[in-house]
């Protein structure tokens, strides 16, 4: 009984513990606040499926800006829109970036990447989550 009661405390040990530590998003993104590069960021998104990307990308997204970092927001939009150009959640976010940041937007974003790329049509057609 003693034993049994031990292994049960040991097992509810384990699994707070893996629930406390931070998910691969969470560790990308400090990750990259810490190097100042989005580009694993914007590879962790295109390598995963086409319907779980619009998902995660809200999740870097909104984390970075939770922790004032818009300029690398800006930077992985920017990346991310260049890599899935019929991305209706990518062309969302610069979207929401023009309208939150919209000085640094307009400093950040490389030149002529808002005409080339982003399409304001795709963007009003698409709400959180893609």
Same mark, same amino acid.
């Given at each position: 009984m003693i034993l049994a009661l031990g292994l049960a405390l040991l097992v509810m040990v384990f699994f707070f513990w893996i629930l406390s530590q931070p998910s691969r998003i969470e560790r990308l993104v400090q990750n990259t606040i810490t190097v100042r590069?989005? $580009?694993?960021?914007?590879? @962790? +998104?295109?390598? /995963?499926?086409?319907e779980l990307q619009a998902r995660a990308?809200?999740?870097?997204?909104n984390r970075l800006l $939770?922790?004032?970092?818009? @300029? +690398?927001?800006? /930077?992985?939009?920017?990346?991310?829109?260049l890599a899935e150009k019929k991305?209706?959640?990518?062309h969302r976010?610069?979207?929401?970036?023009l309208e939150r940041e919209p000085v640094l937007s307009r400093q950040y974003f490389r030149a002529g990447f808002l005409e080339e790329s982003y399409n304001p049509n795709m963007a009003a057609h698409c709400g959180p989550g893609g």
């Amino acid at each position: 009984m003693i034993l049994a009661l031990g292994l049960a405390l040991l097992v509810m040990v384990f699994f707070f513990w893996i629930l406390s530590q931070p998910s691969r998003i969470e560790r990308l993104v400090q990750n990259t606040i810490t190097v100042r590069n989005t $580009e694993p960021l914007v590879e @962790e +998104l295109t390598a /995963r499926p086409e319907e779980l990307q619009a998902r995660a990308l809200d999740q870097m997204m909104n984390r970075l800006l $939770e922790e004032s970092e818009p @300029e +690398l927001a800006i /930077r992985l939009a920017e990346g991310y829109l260049l890599a899935e150009k019929k991305s209706p959640a990518g062309h969302r976010w610069v979207k929401t970036l023009l309208e939150r940041e919209p000085v640094l937007s307009r400093q950040y974003f490389r030149a002529g990447f808002l005409e080339e790329s982003y399409n304001p049509n795709m963007a009003a057609h698409c709400g959180p989550g893609g």
